[in-house]
């Protein structure tokens, strides 16, 4: 090879050097874009574009559906209802922070007389009471109650602080008149929880649930104990079975 055409080959190293250097390092770090849980991307290990794997969002269709173990409203006075739905999610590590649903009362000719729709979360490892109350169905008298979620279900990586949440010394007054349920709540955690709600079903003794409440509690200290007090007004024409009492608290993103 002669010293022209050597000459010549050093020089075109020297600029394809210099467009790699200059143009092609910059533009493949511009076009390079790491592996992320929103990327659209099934990566990383995912199971499912940006779910499972090390994402927040898990792959649905490695857990159990939530469902639905009952729906019911009950009358509060002529032409006023309460209703309840218990949700069911077997899964534990695993809850829904925020989905749509939506009650559904309808009559005895199967005729759809009020609805109501809200947002809820769903707690892992329990049972969810859904609570909607003063459902005005205009004095028309409510047969069947039906309970849907209006979007689909988003599972993430969730705990369930609500576990920490104990109730005990649960007691009904004044059933013959105006009745009342007292009961103490006690954070069982290292920490405080802020905004608690509390649902009651009250069952007959043959099973049947015949009423239901809510109430709140703004802050519950670690280690301390309040009374919640849940309250109707008529009275029950019916005895009193076995009482249920959730605590809720919005699930809080695994660490």
Same mark, same amino acid.
């Given at each position: 090879?002669?010293?022209?055409?050597?000459?010549?080959?050093?020089? *075109?190293?020297?600029?394809?050097?210099? *467009?790699?250097? +200059?143009?092609?390092?910059?533009?493949?770090?511009?076009?390079?874009?790491?592996?992320?849980? +929103?990327?659209?991307?099934?990566?990383?290990? #995912?199971?499912?574009?940006? !779910?499972?794997?090390?994402?927040?969002?898990?792959? #649905?269709? %490695?857990?159990?559906?939530?469902?639905?173990?009952?729906?019911? /409203?009950?009358?509060?006075?002529?032409?006023?209802?309460?209703?309840?739905?218990?949700? +069911?999610?077997?899964?534990?590590?695993?809850?829904? !922070?925020?989905?749509?649903?939506?009650?559904?009362?309808?009559?005895?000719? @199967? &005729?759809?007389?009020?609805?109501?729709?809200?947002?809820?979360?769903?707690?892992?490892?329990?049972?969810?009471?859904?609570?909607?109350?003063?459902?005005?169905?205009? @004095?028309?008298?409510?047969?069947?109650?039906?309970?849907?979620?209006?979007?689909?279900?988003?599972?993430?990586?969730?705990?369930?602080? /609500? %576990?920490?949440?104990? &109730?005990?010394?649960?007691? &009904?007054?004044?059933?013959?008149?105006?009745?009342?349920?007292?009961?103490? =709540?006690? @954070?069982? /955690?290292?920490?405080?929880? *802020?905004?608690?709600?509390?649902?009651?079903?009250?069952?007959?003794?043959?099973?049947?649930?015949?009423? =239901?409440?809510?109430?709140?509690?703004?802050?519950?200290?670690?280690?301390? !104990?309040?009374?919640?007090?849940?309250?109707?007004?008529?009275?029950?024409?019916?005895?009193?079975?076995?009482?249920?009492?959730?605590?809720?608290?919005?699930?809080?993103?695994? !660490?």
């Amino acid at each position: 090879m002669s010293w022209a055409s050597r000459r010549r080959g050093i020089y *075109l190293s020297g600029v394809i050097t210099f *467009l790699i250097v +200059v143009i092609g390092i910059p533009v493949v770090r511009y076009a390079y874009r790491p592996a992320t849980c +929103v990327d659209g991307i099934q990566n990383q290990g #995912e199971t499912a574009s940006d !779910k499972g794997g090390p994402c927040p969002v898990l792959d #649905e269709r %490695a857990l159990s559906p939530a469902s639905i173990l009952w729906s019911r /409203s009950f009358t509060v006075r002529d032409g006023l209802y309460s209703s309840v739905a218990y949700v +069911v999610n077997e899964n534990a590590g695993a809850g829904v !922070k925020s989905v749509r649903y939506r009650f559904g009362l309808y009559d005895a000719q @199967n &005729v759809l007389i009020a609805e109501r729709t809200g947002t809820m979360f769903i707690m892992p490892a329990s049972i969810t009471p859904v609570y909607e109350m003063n459902i005005n169905t205009g @004095n028309r008298a409510v047969a069947r109650t039906y309970f849907e979620f209006s979007e689909a279900l988003i599972w993430e990586r969730l705990k369930n602080e /609500s %576990a920490a949440i104990l &109730v005990s010394d649960r007691e &009904v007054t004044g059933v013959e008149t105006s009745p009342r349920l007292t009961a103490i =709540a006690e @954070n069982g /955690s290292v920490s405080a929880i *802020l905004g608690l709600s509390f649902v009651t079903v009250i069952f007959d003794p043959s099973g049947n649930a015949r009423a =239901a409440s809510m109430t709140s509690l703004p802050r519950l200290n670690a280690g301390e !104990k309040q009374q919640i007090v849940f309250t109707w007004p008529v009275r029950f024409v019916w005895p009193v079975g076995r009482i249920d009492i959730f605590p809720l608290v919005s699930p809080a993103p695994q !660490k």
